[in-house]
Nanobody, 128 residues
């Protein structure tokens, strides 16, 4: 298993940028696909982006394509989410997730899987 700790959230104006980081403990980070999810008040947790264990495959939800980018550094046991051109509708609690089955192209189904490991979340608030 891995323990996940997110950081980098905060308050930003619309059009601004933030970079989220997720640091993982353990020596098996490179065997997990990693993902970012978000949950706004009163809404279900939704898929944002995912990256395969090697970093060679990425996927993201349509609403963030061209604005957000996921990346990872296996030497640092860290996954990142670069968020540009932020909008008020991006406001949510952002969670990091790890998938031992490396299903980077199936991120939308991760919340249904008991195999997924989750961080505690970091708040992103975008003001208009």
């Amino acid at each position: 298993q891995v323990q996940l700790v997110e950081s980098g959230g905060g308050l930003v104006q619309a059009g601004g940028s933030l970079r989220l980081s997720c640091a993982a403990s353990g020596r098996t980070f490179s065997s997990y696909a990693m993902g970012w999810f978000r949950q706004a008040p009163g809404k279900e947790r939704e898929f944002v982006a995912a990256i395969s264990k090697s970093g060679g495959t990425t996927d993201s939800t349509d609403s963030v394509k061209g604005r957000f980018a996921i990346s990872r550094d296996n030497a640092k046991n860290t996954v990142y989410l670069q968020m540009n051109s932020l909008k008020p509708e991006d406001t949510a609690l952002y969670y990091c997730a790890a998938d031992p089955l490396n299903r980077a192209l199936d991120g939308i189904n991760w919340p249904r899987s008991p195999a997924i490991q989750w961080g505690q979340g970091t708040q992103v608030t975008v003001s208009s």
